[in-house]
């Protein structure tokens, strides 16, 4: 897939420039370390315009995964979403993906970085997995240890742990793959949180070692006004085996349904499912066709 072309702009600290004259700083400990902090905000194109699902809370978390590594961010939350508004308009997209990245400046140590800059990229991107049910698998690849690395961050350097199990399902003809915490419970998917649907129930695992998904929490939302019941809880491999249907959700995917996991078909049929029906109601919330009150 090819992300930009000669005239894509980017949104670059503080100016607009064409993608393909950026240019890229090959001392930075971004690329050789992987020092660097990331967000996923989608664009969609609704009744009353192009708006930005919950754009403030994104560039919250962005700010927050900086601090986290210790990164500098000195930008304003507010402005960075008017510029946002303003590469769309500049690249001509009403519905698009949107990646921020911040990175660092030149620097060979191992230590926190002085100086960090802004980029702001889209492009038109469909659901990150596609729109049919999934064929999943359980990674031998383990989820980083929440003791050794913040996994409330959005970094760059984590995901390479995501590329690896992720390629791995691909390769064993699987579309994604189910990543486990050390202590060998399910965590999530190599870039999605995990719900199961068991007995008229959504369980899905707890925030020790999963990302803190704006989407998982949205979900959870929805269906605090749908009087669906949502249970945090460590689950286990036999528990998303026997489960009668499961979901993943995320900025990128959106949410979609599971059909299999490790060969094993969920008899339960998609469309009569609790997963169905809060991806129906995120479709309509994201499109701005219905709107919902957060319940506390």
Not at 232 to 250: I, P, Y
Request: glycine content about 6%; aromatic content about 12%; proline content about 3%.
């Amino acid at each position: 897939m090819q992300y930009y072309n000669q005239d894509t702009y980017i949104y670059l600290d503080g100016n607009f420039v064409k993608a393909t004259d950026a240019g890229i700083d090959l001392f930075g400990q971004s690329l050789h370390y992987g020092y660097g902090a990331f967000e996923g905000l989608r664009a969609y194109s609704t009744h009353h315009g192009t708006r930005i699902f919950k754009a403030e809370e994104h560039f919250a978390r962005l700010q927050r995964s900086c601090q986290a590594i210790d990164l500098p961010y000195h930008w304003n939350v507010p402005v960075l979403i008017e510029k946002s508004y303003a590469l769309l308009e500049a690249n001509n997209l009403r519905s698009a993906y949107i990646r921020p990245l911040v990175f660092s400046g030149s620097n060979m140590h191992l230590t926190s970085a002085k100086d960090a800059h802004i980029m702001i990229a889209a492009w038109e991107w469909g659901p990150y997995l596609g729109q049919n049910l999934l064929r999943v698998c359980t990674s031998e690849i383990q989820r980083p240890n929440p003791k050794s690395f913040r996994i409330e961050a959005k970094v760059s350097g984590q995901y390479i742990n995501a590329i690896l199990a992720s390629s791995d399902a691909i390769k064993q003809g699987f579309d994604e793959a189910l990543m486990l915490s050390q202590d060998g419970y399910i965590a999530q998917a190599s870039s999605e949180n995990l719900f199961i649907e068991k007995d008229f129930k959504l369980y899905t695992p707890p925030l020790d070692h999963v990302f803190p998904g704006i989407t998982r929490q949205t979900v959870m939302e929805l269906c605090k006004n749908l009087n669906i019941e949502v249970v945090e809880k460590k689950l286990t491999v036999q528990d998303v085996h026997e489960a009668d249907s499961a979901f993943l959700c995320g900025t990128a995917a959106e949410i979609i349904g599971i059909k299999e996991v490790d060969g094993i078909t969920y008899r339960e049929d998609w469309e009569h499912t609790i997963g169905a029906s809060v991806q129906r109601k995120y479709k309509k919330l994201v499109l701005e066709e219905e709107n919902y009150e957060v319940i506390i």
